[in-house]
Each structure stands twice: as structure tokens, then as C-alpha cells.
């Protein structure tokens, strides 16, 4: 098992910036990707961004030259940094690893909320 813990969302004005955190714990080993998604209201979730073990990163376009993605390996984090926040980007983070098991796992959610 893996446990993980989101923190570092909160409300933001437009144009401002939050850094999403997520530690994984347990079972940790042999993670090979992390990423976040986001799910809006009355909304799929979708893809925000992933990493590889190897720093290989993949964005959605929505999100691209805005938020960048990365991973310490040393701690087991994945971060988001999320610059030029818009409206649009309010939504429920989630925090999502694969192990070479295919096994996926996700984080409990944090809501980040973007004021116009």
C-alpha cells in the first residue's frame, strides 16, 4: 500500500501562484510515475500533469508554460508549482502514483480555488 498526502492548496487571486506537495508513504518503492489531475464541478476528472521516474514530464495544453511539475526521489514528493492561476483552474487536485506493479494509487484531494 502507499499512502498519499496532498497539501498546499488554498485560495489564490487570479495571476498568483500555489505549490501543490504530495508525499508518498509505505509502501513506496518502485514508483515509476506520479501526476496530478483535477476534477472541477459538474466536471470529469482530468490530466494536470505527470513525471516519470526518469524527470520525463507530459502536460495537458490547458496547462502548459504555466505549471510545471517535479519529483525528489530522496523524499518521495511530487510537487506542482502553478503559476498564472486562472478561474478555470479551480478545482480538486489529486495526487496519483503508478508502480511498476500497475498498480495506481491516489491522494485524498486538495481544493484549490482561484478568484477572478
Known amino acids: 500500500q502507499v499512502q498519499l498526502v496532498e497539501s498546499g492548496g488554498g485560495l489564490v487571486q487570479a495571476g498568483g501562484s500555489l505549490r501543490l506537495s504530495c508525499a508518498a508513504s509505505?509502501?513506496?518503492?518502485?514508483?515509476?510515475?506520479s501526476g496530478w489531475y483535477r476534477q472541477a464541478p459538474g466536471k470529469q476528472r482530468e490530466l494536470v500533469a505527470t513525471i516519470s521516474i526518469s524527470g520525463r514530464t507530459n502536460y495537458a495544453d490547458s496547462v502548459k508554460d504555466r505549471f510545471t511539475i517535479s519529483r525528489d526521489n530522496t523524499r518521495n514528493t511530487v510537487y506542482l508549482q502553478m503559476n498564472s492561476l486562472k478561474p478555470e483552474d479551480t478545482a480538486v487536485y489529486y495526487c496519483?502514483?503508478?508502480?511498476?506493479?500497475?498498480?495506481?494509487?491516489w491522494g485524498q484531494g486538495t481544493q484549490v480555488t482561484v478568484s477572478s
Open positions: 509505505g509502501s513506496a518503492a518502485s514508483i515509476i510515475t
Open positions: 496519483t502514483v503508478t508502480k511498476t506493479s500497475a498498480l495506481v494509487y
